[in-house]
């Protein structure tokens, strides 16, 4: 839909994020252009050690790595899905890293969607549990980074 369609159909407030998936890069050549993009997103998922193509990777490995490409247009950033699985690695030392790093490196980041699907079969031939909830020690860890994170902005 055009912003023409949306405007015409009443739609006042409408954000357009653009996505690209970071591993297959070029940026540059997908990118719409500034006129159409008002938002940058980019999906951040550590899947561990749960299939023979995935590892265990830092949250600097899977976003740090893009983060210049991506902050050079000038647009603020979205990570739209925001997720780490428990096999592989220490899955709240990750969090903590992350949020760590957010605060620190990152400052075109702007918001989180953490991606919490108790069932993803998506990617493999077995369901995927990225919930958060249910990991007590992790919860409190998260409180805890997004109050620091909210007294920050505030």
Known sequence: ??????YAAGAENVIWVWSPHPAYGQFDEYYPGDDQ????GVGVLN???????????????????YYAELAKYGKPIVISEFGCLEVGGDRNRWFEEAFELLQKDYIRVRGIM???NANDITTTNKALDWQIQNDSILVKTLESKLRSVSSEVN
Do not use: C, P, R
Not at 1 to 6: A, E, G, I, T, Y
């Open 47 to 65: 899947y561990g050690t749960v299939a023979s193509w995935s590892q265990w990777w830092s949250f600097k490995e899977i976003f740090g790595n």
């Open 114 to 116: 953490f991606f919490n």
């Open 37 to 40: 993009v008002d938002w940058v």
């Open 1 to 6: 839909m055009s912003d023409h369609q949306l």
